[in-house]
């Protein structure tokens, strides 16, 4: 037992040496980190946000402070069953 320890103990610092020498080595980390990152700075000014109309929103927001809100359509959908278990 005593030489199977000891040769162990002499392979570990043998073992340090097999590190990656590759410069990009962890960099699919660090891109994922940094697509995560929230910006402490973002410029918004002059940035028309996708899809927005500040005057169909502000009429909808004096619709709902006067108590006017339009009532949502109804949705038609189609429904069906389908045969469940199987017989025994």
């Not at 809100?69 to 199987?86: E, Y």
Request: net charge positive; glycine share 14%.
């Amino acid at each position: 037992m005593r030489v199977a320890y000891l040769g162990s103990a002499l392979m570990l610092p043998l073992l340090a040496g097999c590190t990656a020498n590759d410069p990009t080595f962890g960099g699919a980390v660090r891109s994922n980190y940094a697509m995560q990152v929230i910006n402490p700075d973002p410029q918004y000014e002059g940035a028309l946000v996708e899809g927005g109309d500040g005057q169909r929103s502000a009429a909808a927001v004096e619709r709902y402070r006067t108590d006017k809100v339009k009532k949502p359509q109804p949705t038609h959908t189609t429904s069906g069953s389908s045969g469940g278990g199987g017989a025994n």
